[in-house]
């Protein structure tokens, strides 16, 4: 028997889009359906799909794709625009790059993006709409709140938390248990030993 692709709108034509329309790509339970997104360039494409519109083409299109992924970096325009189609009834969908490792244990939320080289360990949660990206590490039991970047190569050791809308630089390190509140920034490189607060 065999089984139909489930066919993924991805919003945002960006580098991340670009991104995550290889990710969609190699993924064998999906094709991806259209780009789309609300400033496009005139003639723009993405890895050889072109780029439809906006959210009125997504309207538009409703009955040619199963769900949507958000392809955009930046924390709080992803969560604006996710919870805009959210609002139009879209249904939100995760994609897990195949060459990622999440633990059947671990819990991801709608709308997850887990890119190469990732790895995502027993128990751990992830919030809708975060991005677990290239070669970043979510050690088990970490609690990563909606709309959270965990960017290239940055790592959660056992039990780290961190709060909605943050994002984790690349190389950054977290170190077992420590909490980081939401809507932070954590620099690059730097080793977060201590809970981490909007006043710190």
């Known amino acids: 028997m065999v089984h139909r692709k489930q066919r993924i ?4 034509a960006g580098g991340h889009g670009k991104v995550v329309v290889d990710a969609v790509e190699r993924s064998d339970g999906f094709v991806v359906a259209c780009v789309a997104d609300d400033r496009p360039l005139p003639g723009a494409a993405i890895l050889g799909h072109a780029v439809v519109g906006g959210r009125e083409a997504m309207l538009e299109g409703r009955g040619g794709f199963d769900g949507v992924i958000v392809a955009i970096g930046d924390n709080r325009a992803r969560l604006e625009v996710a919870g805009w189609l959210k609002a139009q ?5 995760s994609v897990v790059h195949p060459a990622a490792v999440v633990a059947p244990s671990a819990t991801l939320g709608a709308g997850v993006l887990v890119m190469p080289g990732a790895v995502v360990n ?8 975060a991005i677990i990206n290239t070669g970043a590490i979510v050690e088990h039991d970490c609690k990563v ?3 959270v970047h965990v960017a290239p190569g940055a790592v959660l050791c056992g ?3 961190v709060g909605a809308g943050t994002l984790v630089g690349a190389g950054a390190v977290v ?18 030993a201590r809970n981490l607060e909007k006043d710190d």
Not at 89 to 93: C, H, K, V
Not at 122 to 129: F, K, P
Not at 175 to 184: I, N
């Open 145 to 147: 709140g909606a709309g």
């Open 159 to 161: 039990g780290a938390c």
């Open 89 to 93: 009834g879209f249904a939100l969908q």
């Open 122 to 129: 027993a128990e751990a949660r992830i919030g809708d709409n």
């Open 9 to 12: 709108a991805v919003f945002g």
């Open 175 to 192: 170190l077992p248990g420590v909490r980081v509140g939401e809507s932070l920034l954590v620099k690059a490189g730097t080793v977060v």
